[in-house]
């Protein structure tokens, strides 16, 4: 079935028009019928669509994506922890991400910085990618702005604050160097364009930058169980009956040659940035590259992995058989305080199609990057354990859906100190039964009233992205009621932000 649907190209569609049906409702929600002079959006909400801190968790940033088009312009809002409004900065519309180098590396030359992208305007204006200053965490200063040919779905920066990857909808991979003091010199160049699914989950670690597969809608393939027993050559003919090479087995003998010209819903990337940056410094090799020459940057992924109460998820792969089992549709991913490991926020399978796909989906977790000598095909490329998820009597999948999430500390040996706030958002242009949530709580606390929620089914109450402060103050936003929300660790709301 998932083999089906990739070979007839259908993970396009969503990554192509995932903004047409939030901003068509977006459109309708706003009161169109009026016809009146916009303004300026200055201190005002709307529709914001991203939330961060900075290292110190004192300040909030806030991307409002004006999506409705109420206003002229979009902004980056600044809030305090106790939840005042400090400054806004105008931005273009259409904002889609926003990134701070939290685990901000000590080393010199490094620097916190803020990283903004934007999708082209309805008039037909290109994509913008903003990075600002945040030396002073209260003053952003903007230091470099580009315009690019691509629709950005995200964009981040490595720990020291010098290397910025942009991913596009339509699989264009920008890559760039800060480095130089003078942000004139900076570099952003297209560099890749991976065709087939949107790969908005990225993360620098190690002087690799790896991405990995997300579904911005309802979710077109779930993790599934595969053998893989044997070697193909490139024209899809079984070279070895005995080793295995990484990819199902029943995918080489259906369809080889559509994964020559196609990535498929269980392929991560994963990129040599300095590597790849000299290329861009080389006028000898014509990018971006071809998907042909990259063929290596690919790998497939899988994994085993533990349910909250340590057993195994259900139906894990038998690796004496020859079964691995695949992954896929991965939201977020952020550095954890260890340079070789980080958080990546999965969604589960569920759909109005298909159904309840495993009764421990929607999680986050914890990826350690495998020494070089122990990763590869035969034992993969990561230790993944289960940082959240919930425990079978408290799931609901149907009830679940994670995206964005946040924690106190990025690793803190202090169980206390590891607060992890996780955001589900369903709506209306995902499923028939939206549902919203924020959930709180400490990871590997031994306490069985560990979990928080807040939830809510109607948009009044539309929690999306999430940010943690300092002492655990939480803040999340209503998106389609244009409202931000304060909450204590606990969920308990401590004040709403509306507009002026």
Request: with cysteine; proline share 4%; hydrophobic share 35%.
């Amino acid at each position: 079935m998932f083999l089906h649907l990739e070979s007839q190209g259908l993970m396009n569609k969503q990554a192509k028009y995932i903004s047409i049906p939030l901003i068509l409702l977006a459109l309708l929600l706003s009161n169109c019928n009026e016809v009146q002079e916009r303004h300026a959006i200055n201190m005002d909400i709307s529709r914001p669509i991203d939330i961060k801190t900075d290292s110190e968790k004192e300040v909030f940033y806030i991307l409002n994506s004006n999506m409705a088009g109420d206003f002229k312009d979009g902004s980056i809002l600044l809030v305090d922890k106790s939840g005042n409004k400090l400054e806004a900065f105008s931005t273009p519309s259409l904002g889609r991400s926003l990134y701070v180098n939290n685990n901000l590396a000590q080393s010199s030359g490094s620097k916190q910085r803020l990283l903004a992208s934007f999708e082209g305007g309805q008039d037909d204006s290109q994509a913008t990618i903003q990075v600002y200053d945040l030396s002073n965490a209260k003053k952003p200063q903007l230091e470099k702005t580009w315009n690019i040919e691509g629709r950005p779905a995200n964009a981040v920066l490595d720990e020291t604050g010098t290397k910025i990857a942009v991913s596009c909808y339509d699989g264009e991979l920008y890559l760039g160097s800060l480095e130089d003091e003078d942000p004139s010199n900076w570099s952003l160049k297209h560099i890749r364009t991976y065709p087939g699914p949107l790969r908005r989950a990225m993360v620098f670690r190690q002087g690799m930058l790896y991405l990995f597969v997300t579904f911005p809608l309802s979710p077109l393939a779930r993790d599934q169980i595969y053998q893989d027993t044997k070697t193909f050559d490139d024209k899809g003919e079984v070279t070895d009956e005995n080793t295995p090479d990484g990819m199902p087995d029943k995918f080489a003998e259906e369809n080889y040659a559509f994964y020559r010209k196609q990535t498929s819903f269980f392929h991560f990337v994963t990129l040599d940035v300095e590597l790849a940056l000299s290329e861009t410094e080389n006028s000898s090799v014509s990018l971006p590259k071809s998907f042909k020459e990259t063929q290596s940057e690919l790998k497939w992924l899988y994994f085993n992995l533990e349910g909250a109460d340590s057993s195994l998820d259900t139906g894990s792969a038998d690796s004496e058989k020859g079964e691995r089992f695949y992954r896929t549709n991965f939201w977020q991913a952020t550095p954890h305080i260890d340079g070789d490991k980080f958080y990546l926020s999965q969604r589960g399978g569920y759909s109005e199609n298909s159904g309840k796909i495993s009764s421990l989906s929607n999680n986050v977790l914890l990826f350690e990057i495998k020494a070089e000598e122990e990763a590869g095909v035969e034992n993969g490329y990561f230790n993944v354990e289960r940082y959240f998820g919930y425990e079978e009597s408290l799931h609901d999948v149907k009830r679940s859906y994670v995206g964005a999430f946040d924690l106190l500390s990025y690793g803190s040996e202090n169980i206390e100190q590891n607060l992890l706030v996780v955001n589900h958002f369903r709506g209306p242009d995902m499923s028939s039964d939206p549902y919203y949530s924020l959930t709180s709580l400490v990871p590997k606390d031994p306490s069985k009233d560990n979990y928080k929620i807040k939830s809510s089914e109607k948009m009044e109450g539309s929690y999306y992205s999430v940010a943690v402060g300092d002492g655990g103050v939480i803040l999340s936003s209503f998106f389609y009621a244009n409202k931000l929300v304060l909450l204590d660790s606990e969920l308990n709301i401590i004040k709403e932000i509306n507009s002026e």
